[in-house]
């Protein structure tokens, strides 16, 4: 069952903190599909306290107009920061 963790806004935000287990993982997805330079961002605290943008070769995105599913793999404790969006957008995941 999918659980809310962006509520639907139009505004930029930022959900609250995700935890994953190791071998764990959990999908996200976008109640709307993305458009333009609309995005998901994923954040990690690698000190378990301060969130910053992950490390990957495609910039921390998980969500935008081409890619409307994405998955993230424990272990660690993550947030997800959507960007400011032309209509309203729900970020949820399923774990």
Do not use: W
């Not at 069952?1 to 995700?18: E, P």
């Not at 793999?73 to 970020?91: E, M, Q, V, Y």
Request: aromatic residues 4%; glycine residues 12%.
């Amino acid at each position: 069952m999918a659980k809310s963790t962006i509520a639907s806004t139009t505004n930029q935000a930022d959900s609250g903190t995700i935890s994953i287990a190791s071998g764990a993982s959990i999908q996200i997805t976008s109640d709307r599909k993305f458009k333009g330079d609309e995005s998901v961002i994923l954040l990690h605290a690698p000190d378990g306290a301060n969130f910053e943008p992950c490390n990957t070769g495609n910039g921390c995105v998980i969500l935008d107009a081409g890619a409307q599913r994405g998955t993230i793999n424990g272990p660690g404790d993550f947030r997800l920061r959507k960007s400011a969006t032309a209509g309203a957008a729900a970020i949820n995941y399923d774990s």
